[in-house]
């Protein structure tokens, strides 16, 4: 069965610093990967995925992350943290051509310090 | 273009009452999902409907939880009777048809406290 660790619970930055948020999956084959964001009192937004291809993955409001297949992880990165990041961090995994499916982790709340 | 509609945004309710959820999902949106996320955890898939026909409801505890989307447009969730772990946000999701590539836009949710 497909399953999605995030193993940070809450991490907390300084604005300008750099952030990476950590996820691991268990599947048998390479899966379908997501991040979204989920600001309070929103839905999720969707910063960006990995189907195939460049392992290195450009998102929206200057994310990305970083396929590794050695390592079963999708970390999601961003170079200088603004205050608006704040926000909970959602990864996703779902079985190749069946993205109805997604099976969510715990998420990541990200604080962020002036 | 407007995105995914929820309704109400909050709602408490006492344990075994019934309450229910509304969904208005983007235009041209085949597929409505409806998903609840446990304070602490993600969102679980309850039911997927592709127009007005269930897809998937294989995670939706059917002794006190109904779906439907009648017209194939919006959808209502209900619970009846409610227990106190029913406690979560409930997402609804739409997308324009199902499968590869095909991101799902989320509403805002429904924060329902059962006491």
């Known amino acids: 069965a497909q399953s999605v660790t995030q193993p940070d619970i809450h991490i907390t930055v300084s604005e300008g610093a750099s952030l990476e948020l950590r996820c691991n999956y268990s599947?048998?084959?390479?899966?379908?990967l997501f991040w979204y964001v989920q600001s309070p009192g929103q839905g999720l937004q969707l910063l960006l995925k990995?189907?195939?291809?460049?392992?290195l993955v450009q998102g929206i409001k200057g994310f990305e992350a970083e396929f590794k297949r050695s390592q079963s992880s999708f970390n999601l990165r961003k170079p200088s943290v603004h205050w608006s990041d704040a926000a909970e961090y959602f990864c996703a995994v779902a079985r190749p051509y069946n993205t109805d499916k997604l099976i969510f982790g715990t998420g990541t709340r990200l604080q962020v310090f002036p | 273009e407007a995105g995914v509609a929820q309704s109400p945004r909050y709602k408490i309710i006492e344990k075994r009452q019934s309450v229910a959820f509304w969904c208005n999902p983007i235009s041209g949106h085949a597929t409505l999902y409806w998903y609840q996320q446990i304070l602490g955890q993600g969102p679980k898939l309850l039911i997927q409907f592709q127009n007005n026909g269930v897809v998937d409801d294989s995670q939706l505890p059917k002794d006190r939880f109904s779906a439907e989307r009648l017209k194939g447009v919006d959808s209502t969730l209900k619970i009846q009777p409610a227990k106190l772990e029913d406690s979560a946000v409930y997402l609804c999701?739409?997308?324009?048809?199902?499968?590869?590539?095909?991101?799902?836009?989320f509403g805002p949710g429904t924060r329902l406290t059962v006491l």
């Open positions: 999701a739409s997308t324009i048809t199902p499968g590869a590539g095909n991101e799902q836009f």
């Open positions: 990995y189907f195939s291809g460049d392992t």
């Open positions: 599947y048998g084959a390479t899966p379908y």
